[in-house]
């Protein structure tokens, strides 16, 4: 049964929007709250902040500019859904499923993702400052000049994925194993990756001033052209990785 606030506070957001010539479909929107499911949908720029969602399907739906801030997604089904541009800023994603979305210049600021597949997906631009990432399925993801300070990657496995040019400072990448990550020309200062494994990844040109590899395995990789200042590789192990430093 659909909880009588949420109703009220969609009935709310239709209005507001009935004002300003509203984006998105207004009956998308009650379809969406009463059965829990709105595929294909068209939700663009509708605000959805402050709500939970909890086995949910909007998969193919269009949720470019939308506001998601403060939600909370449970066990929800967003693959192949246009999410670019939104703000999901201190959203809750726990089970859910973002595979072959776009995401570009989404923010997710202050967010929490957890046990959820985010494969194949574009997330180009994304700003997602001080957020954590546990148990993600990040495999083919496109993050190149996303803002990334401050994220915790934890126990995950990054699989073809894209960083070039991101911003990766005070990045945590503990416990996590790297295959074929493209990491050039990123912002990797004060980064960790201790216990990590890295393999045929690329690094070069990157910034690794004061980064951590501590105990971290690293091979059939290139550092190439690297800043190493002050980086620590003790009790690394590194096979036929290749140093040519930055002149």
């Not at 949908?41 to 509708?46: F, H, N, T």
């Not at 494969?119 to 803002?147: E, F, G, H, R, T």
């Not at 690329?202 to 690297?226: G, M, V, W, Y």
Request: net charge negative.
């Amino acid at each position: 049964m659909i909880n009588y606030f949420k109703y009220l506070f969609i009935i709310f957001v239709i209005l507001i929007y009935s004002i300003d010539s509203f984006a998105f479909k207004e009956d998308h929107l009650i379809n969406l709250m009463n059965k829990n499911e709105c595929i294909n949908c068209d939700l663009s720029g509708a605000n959805l902040s402050n709500l939970k969602f909890e086995n949910t399907n909007l998969s193919g739906s269009n949720l470019k500019n939308a506001i998601l801030e403060y939600s909370s997604l449970f066990n929800v089904n967003l693959s192949n859904v246009n999410l670019s541009n939104s703000n999901m800023e201190n959203i809750n994603i726990i089970g859910s499923t973002f595979k072959k979305s776009n995401l570009e210049g989404a923010v997710l600021v202050d967010s929490h993702i957890s046990s959820t597949d985010l494969s194949n997906s574009n997330l180009v631009n994304v700003v997602m400052v001080d957020s954590s990432l546990i148990s993600v399925s990040l495999s083919n993801v496109d993050l190149s000049n996303a803002n990334l300070v401050f994220v915790s990657f934890e126990s995950i496995k990054l699989n073809g994925v894209n960083f070039e040019n991101a911003n990766l400072s005070d990045t945590k990448f503990n416990k996590t194993v790297l295959y074929k990550v493209n990491l050039k020309y990123s912002s990797l200062k004060n980064s960790q990756f201790k216990y990590s494994t890295v393999i045929n990844s690329d690094l070069s040109n990157s910034d690794l001033s004061s980064a951590t590899f501590s105990r971290t395995s690293i091979r059939e990789s290139n550092l190439s052209k690297c800043i190493l200042f002050n980086t620590d590789f003790k009790n690394a192990n590194i096979i036929n990785v290749i140093f040519d430093t930055k002149e």
